[in-house]
């Protein structure tokens, strides 16, 4: 039971965060659907296709689907006050749609008996595949990619997951529960991966000798 309360505050941080981003680009009720959509379920689709699961399962998930579509109109009509709010705590709400979507693809790759790069795989997708298909329909540099430690921490819980390192049911949720803090305290420190940006090429006509 406390799974699921896990899994419907992600599908519907998820599927807020997707409908904010097509209010942000300025996309009508349609837009707003389709990318909170993608982006509460967009990870666990690519995953069933990965590990070989029937993506009908997305199907049987009614109450799953129908906290996501509450969740996106809901956003779509509220007052630009409640949203600013809202905004102030998506970070949070995204790290626990971000450890509990990564622990249950990695639970069924592993279920599957999948190999480990699989297992990693299936869970980093898992957990940051919506917001990649998010950012790429609105037109957005994956934010995954730039910046934010942020795909990292699936990757643990792959690793850990997959190497049995974690099994029992308390060892999820202490998983689980450390994620959400690693992930809170990585966007509140700032913590950040290596970035490295090319020096900008100098004009062309900069490096022309003058005339005359």
Do not use: C
Not at 37 to 52: D, E, K, P, Q, Y
Not at 78 to 102: E, H, Q
Not at 116 to 121: D, H, P, R
Not at 172 to 190: D, K
């Amino acid at each position: 039971m406390t799974w699921d309360v896990f899994n419907i505050m992600g599908i519907a941080a998820f599927a807020i965060s997707g409908a904010i981003v097509a209010m942000e680009e300025k996309y009508d009720i349609l837009g707003a659907l389709v990318l909170g959509f993608v982006t509460a379920f967009g990870g666990g689709i690519i995953r069933n296709l990965l590990i070989g699961l029937p993506v009908h399962m997305l199907w049987k998930q009614e109450a799953l689907i129908t906290t996501a579509l509450i969740a996106i109109v809901l956003a779509y009509v509220s007052p630009d006050r409640w949203i600013n709010n809202y905004k102030k705590w998506i970070d949070f709400f995204d790290a626990v749609g971000l450890s509990a979507f990564s622990i249950q693809g990695a639970i069924y790759a592993v279920q599957a008996h999948h190999p480990l790069v699989a297992v990693v795989a299936a869970t980093v997708l898992t957990g940051i595949g919506g917001g990649i298909i998010r950012d790429v329909l609105a037109g957005r540099k994956p934010l995954v990619f730039r910046g934010e430690i942020y795909a990292i921490w699936a990757m643990v819980i792959g690793l850990l997951i997959g190497l049995k390192m974690v099994r029992q049911g308390w060892e999820l949720y202490a998983l689980f529960v450390a994620i959400v803090m690693l992930r809170t305290m990585s966007f509140y420190f700032g913590w950040q991966l290596p970035l490295r940006v090319l020096a900008e090429e100098k004009n062309s006509s900069a490096n022309m000798p003058a005339k005359g």
